[in-house]
């Protein structure tokens, strides 16, 4: 516990300048171990997102061939991944069906150097958040609805 409250808070410049395409923060406990391609598979499901979360995320995934993604624990970062897909489950019957999406993840690239062992100060709210939308068209990065950044 000592080593976690060593782990330096990020900058939102530091994560604009390794990610700057966006930043998808996934806010729930992650399975043991960390690395394993299980863990990415676990990661990976059970999202209940709008459809128009989804189409962001694509769009970013054909522009740059990824979106990156962090798993935050109280806000330190314990898994990255790179989201190289994105996918429609339905569960239930046609009277009472439920979407959510699962998101394909594989190790993490280079860009991971900059946010391991570092803690990501999002305060409280819902179990994702997404780094990069522009909430208005003229708008800078930020963590808002809008367009897939540059």
């Known amino acids: 516990m000592d080593a976690l409250l060593t782990w330096p808070t990020l900058e ?4 604009d300048a390794a990610c700057p395409w966006g930043l998808f923060v996934g806010r729930r406990q992650p399975d043991r171990p960390m690395t394993s391609d ?11 997102m709008p459809a128009i979360t989804g189409a962001w995320i694509r769009i970013c995934i054909d522009r ?4 990156p ?15 190289v897909d994105v996918r429609v489950v339905t569960h239930g019957d046609s009277g009472l069906q439920h979407r959510e999406r699962r998101l394909l993840l594989r190790e993490p690239g280079a ?13 409280a709210g819902p179990p994702y958040l997404i780094r990069g939308w522009h909430p208005t068209a003229g708008g800078g990065p930020g963590w808002g609805v809008g367009q897939c950044g540059p």
């Open 38 to 48: 299980g863990q990415w598979d676990r990661a990976g499901v059970g999202w209940d």
């Open 111 to 123: 860009w991971f150097d900059a946010l391991r062992h570092r803690r990501l100060v999002t305060g």
């Open 64 to 67: 740059h061939g990824f979106l």
């Open 69 to 83: 993604l962090v798993q935050t624990v109280g806000g330190f970062v314990a898994l990255g991944a790179d989201i």
């Open 12 to 15: 939102e410049a530091a994560i």
